[in-house]
Each structure stands twice: as C-alpha cells, then as structure tokens.
C-alpha cells in the first residue's frame, strides 16, 4: 500500500540553525500539507500546497517558514532560523484531491531544538 | 471560540463496552468531516469518514449533525487495540483542516 515518507525521523538543531524537514507524498497525490504537534497537544496546520503553490497557510507558518517542491517527488518544509519553540513532531501529509478529501500522513519527524 | 472542540477525556472502559465520542464544530461552511486515531508518538490515522447520512464500518459508526454542528462515533465491543487518541478533524473551506484536541480511551482487560 503506498505511504507518505518524510526523513529523517528525528532532528537535533540548535537555535537559530536551519533545518529542512523531507516528505515524499503519495506518488498520484496532488495536495500536500505540513502540520506540527507540539508535545501533550494537538496537531495545528502549517500549510497546504497545491499546484506548486502554497494555497493556504496558518498563522504558526510565518517568514521563517517556507516550503518547496524541488522535483516531481520531494516536498519540503524549511524553517530558516529555529526557535526553542519550534520542537515539534512535524507531520507531512498528502491527499488526491477532486472530490477525495482524505489526507494520508507520513510518519513524522521529530524535531528538537536546542 | 475553538474550531473544533472535544471532550479530551480520558475515557476508562472495560473490554467489550461501548463508548461514545462527541465533537462539535464551530463554522457552518465545514464541509468534510472525519475521525482519525493517533497512537502513542505516531501519526493520525484515517478510521473513517463521516457523512450526514451517518456511516458504519465493523464495530464503528459515525454520525453527523450540520443543524447542530455536531459528530459523534460510537465504539462497541471496545478491544484492547481501540486504547488511543480519536481525534475529530474538519475540512473548512478550500484546504484547511482542523484538528480537535482528541479524546483519550484506555480499554481495560
């Protein structure tokens, strides 16, 4: 059954350092998300990107934030300059779209900063 | 006031009970609804969608109300394995989602 991936699992950064969270979404999958959930509480929306564009966004996914979809794969979240509160479980998630709303999420990367 | 609301629990029930959990959601425009489980430090996984007609997979059933902005699922014949967090999500609008807090159940032996 196909999956959403994201890599790596785990991420240590310190303060200020940039990271780049990975995804490889569901290969016939046309809407890609980003969601992050903060130890002990619920999971909060990042971003919708569809058409290689971002199509919506929340108020967490700030200038710090960006995403990409460098080839016909790859998705990414980057966050430019990390914060202590940005230590989180980031979820990517993907879904067909038309009339199918079901997303599908990756296993999620834990990010830690320090 | 909170896009999505639900009881956090936790709810203790012994092995074969049912349970019942109940969501409510605040904007009227929310088009798509669904419950997903999420497991210790994993990701949420889709359990089901739900319809207005209300929908029944196995031992599972969800309902919604649009007039009162209201779903619910019900468990019966509760497993060991149903011991997770149900979180209630709701497609609002274009293609934001919104999750719940989640519901914590324990199922006892």
């Known amino acids: 059954e196909p999956e959403v991936t994201q890599t790596p699992s785990h991420q240590v950064t310190q303060m200020g350092q940039e990271v780049i969270l990975h995804c490889v979404p569901i290969?016939?999958?046309?809407?890609f998300y980003w969601y992050r959930q903060i130890l002990g509480q619920k999971v909060e929306f990042l971003v919708s990107f569809y058409n290689n564009e971002i199509s919506e966004k929340s108020e967490i996914f700030d200038d710090q934030f960006s995403v990409e979809r460098p080839d016909g794969s790859n998705f990414t979240l980057k966050i430019r300059s990390t914060k202590l509160e940005d230590s989180a479980m980031y979820f990517c998630?993907?879904?067909?779209?038309?009339?199918?709303?079901?997303?599908?999420f990756g296993p999620g990367t834990r990010l830690t900063v320090l | 006031r909170k896009e999505v609301e639900q009881d956090p629990g936790p709810f203790n029930v012994p092995e074969g009970a049912t349970v019942a959990f109940n969501c409510t959601y605040s904007n009227s425009a929310s088009q798509s609804f669904f419950w997903y489980r999420q497991d210790c430090r994993k990701e949420p996984k889709l359990l089901m969608s739900?319809?207005?007609s209300g929908n029944e997979d196995g031992r599972f059933t969800a309902q919604l109300n649009r007039a009162s902005q209201y779903i619910s699922l019900l468990i019966r014949d509760s497993k060991l394995s149903d011991s997770a967090t149900y979180l209630c999500?709701?497609?609002?609008?274009?293609?934001?989602?919104?999750f719940g807090t989640g519901t914590s159940l324990t199922v006892i032996p």
């Open positions: 998630a993907s879904k067909v779209g038309g009339t199918i709303d079901t997303q599908y």
């Open positions: 999500v709701v497609l609002k609008g274009g293609n934001q989602f919104y």
């Open positions: 290969s016939n999958h046309l809407y």
């Open positions: 739900v319809y207005s």
